[in-house]
């Protein structure tokens, strides 16, 4: 019996499809900024980085070009070569390897298949040569050309400025596009990009980057100060019989005076690059969409987790995500809690009010055990002789009588001389206990009752308040409800024959 060994061969259309992914033009960008700054890594990172990105547009894509400057480490022959060698990567050999932010051998592919067909690679890692390679990713596909264009010069006065003004680091040229890439829209996520980079970071100086001659400024969150909660914890998952650990830190904090659901969430980043914008699922439940209750949320997040190939997300179907995403709920309860409880809708009464604003965020530190100044403690003792003095307030009973009920309508009702107003809340996220409603007393005349419409029952209280005026059974499950929160509010100040007779009452009360 003969045996034969067979080397796979790579079509040259790869080049095109690997470009077929889902990229988009920024994270294309992003992908390429991030190999100049791993280049930066690997030699110490001891001067300060400059990272040029110039865009020209055209209304014929043939014409537009991007290129991408900096002077970095620089690569030799072998290495400018194998840019072009699929799924090819040295990086995890190198020094400080273990904070790169690439490992895949696919970024570079990836990003500039993605972008156009043309591309030019200059670089030099010394005074006297530099490498120049050139592919064209369209030819290659058809056949037209065999491979990749390699050539060597030697430095001149003009080639040793190549380099944002010096003879070392790498110039990418990218030409006739497959689709229009937007100044704007870069200009948009370049400062979220690479917050981390742009600022003084545990890895040196901060770095410069430019878009067309602008200096990208790092983005901050429009997040009130006192505010802040400091994320650092870890999680743990089991995969094909060994445990893994991964770890998340950051922080969160409230804003008052920006409630756009579009930039709401948690920016998440692998060794400060930005894998995902905006992302909800660390306070939301499993498939629910962001809500507006939770527009005052901001925040981010680097995770030590694997991304996917694209570096455009993390694995979401993998055990590691689902330990980081139940994790990430428990840390951000607290924060979650005070949003969900004490701030809807009053986001803008807050902020243009600097009394109920100070009152707030003394109540907010104080119940996530942060420090508080004196003036912020003497608020708090405030605040509890208020809630100890609203909690004593006696129901208004007339003495010769048991306590009357008065119905107004199916959520309005007075007991005794007190009228009470129930307000139900469908919430985005599951409450505590797996439970299917909650009752809260929001003032002494108005009651809470949220609950969770994606619970198995959640339906039900949905389709009841909806008929709760057409038939019997939507009227008994609501007022079912209503006499649990009667009986939770007024336990403490009605005997238990007082409350058995309004909640028979209530229950007895006519549909018309």
Known sequence: MSKEVFIPELDMSAFKK????????????????????????????????????????????????????????GMNKDEIIKCFHLFHSQKSTKKFSDRFLGFYGFGFKGATSKIGNEITIISSENSKIYHQVVANYKLLENGKEKGVTYQEFKHNTASKKLFNGGYKGTKIIIKDFNAEIREEVLLYYLPISWK??????????????????????????DISSETLFDLDYSFSWKENGKTYTGKAKGYVGLRFNNLSMATQGINLYRRGQLVKPFEHALYMAKGVAKHNDYNYLVGELDVELSASTT??????????????????????????????????????EISSDKTKKE?????????????????????????????FDHDKAPVIINKNEEASLIVYDWN???????????????????????????????????????????????????????????NDYAAFVIRSILC???????????????LSNIKNQLLGYPLN
Do not use: C
Request: aromatic share 6%; net charge positive.
């Open 359 to 387: 009152s707030f965020v003394a109540s907010y530190r104080s119940d996530l055990s942060l420090d508080l100044s004196a003036k912020q403690q003497a608020e708090v003792k405030k605040l509890e002789k208020k809630r």
């Open 196 to 221: 981390k980079f742009l600022n003084t970071n545990d890895l040196g100086l901060p770095i410069q980057l430019k878009l067309n001659n602008t200096k990208i400024i790092a983005q901050t969150f």
């Open 18 to 73: 690997v470009g077929a992914t889902n990229l988009t033009n920024w994270q294309a960008v992003n992908e390429l900024i991030a190999n100049s700054i791993d280049s930066w890594i690997s030699e110490s990172n001891d001067r300060e980085l400059k990272i040029g990105v110039d865009l020209e547009t055209s209304t014929d894509l043939k014409n537009s070009s991007l290129t991408i400057t900096d002077n970095a480490g």
């Open 412 to 470: 309005s009702v007075k007991i005794g001389k007190q009228k009470i107003i129930f307000d139900f809340k469908a919430m985005p996220q599951k409450l505590d206990d797996e439970k299917l409603y909650e009752v809260i007393q929001i003032t002494e005349n108005k009651i809470n009752i949220i609950f969770d419409k994606q619970h198995e029952l959640g339906q039900v209280i949905v389709k009841a308040i909806k008929n709760i005026e057409k």
């Open 311 to 348: 570096k455009t997300g993390f694995n979401t179907d993998s055990p590691a995500w689902e330990a980081f995403i139940v994790q990430s709920k428990k840390e951000l309860k607290p924060v979650v809690d005070q949003i969900k409880l004490k701030l809807k809708n009053k986001g803008s």
């Open 484 to 498: 649990e929160a009667i009986q939770q509010t007024f336990r403490s100040r009605l005997s238990p024959r007082q």
